[in-house]
């Protein structure tokens, strides 16, 4: 049973970049699933959300709007579009199985000209 996450890299301010989470060893269409990050200073936040079937969808206030989490039941993955890039953004972002103590290892996002 694992998360595994992936397309972390650097890019400048206003950039796009798409993170990618593989789920292995459940269930994955029955489960919510979760993004969060951990940006200097700061304790770990909630990003987004995703019902199972893709049923809704939500996000932290200060992703609304720039960012877009959507899911792959075929593949068993879950993606996080980032546009419109901050330096505020930079961090580790990990998915989650909602609910959950399963956590990925975490893929960083470092957003800098």
């Known amino acids: 049973v694992q998360l595994v996450e992936s397309g972390g890299g650097l890019v400048q301010p206003g950039g796009s970049l798409r993170l990618s989470c593989a789920a292995s060893?459940?269930?994955?269409?029955?489960?919510?699933m979760n993004w969060y990050r951990h940006t200097p200073g700061k304790e770990r936040e909630f990003v987004a959300t995703i019902g199972s079937r893709s049923l809704y969808t939500n996000y932290a206030d200060s992703v609304k709007g720039r960012f877009t989490i959507s899911r792959d039941d075929g593949l068993n993955r879950v993606y996080l579009q980032m546009t419109r890039l901050k330096s505020e953004d930079t961090g580790v972002y990990y998915c989650?199985?909602?609910?959950?103590?399963?956590w990925g290892q975490g893929t960083q996002v470092t957003v800098s000209s």
């Open positions: 060893g459940f269930p994955f269409n029955f489960y919510d």
């Open positions: 989650r199985r909602a609910g959950t103590s399963l």
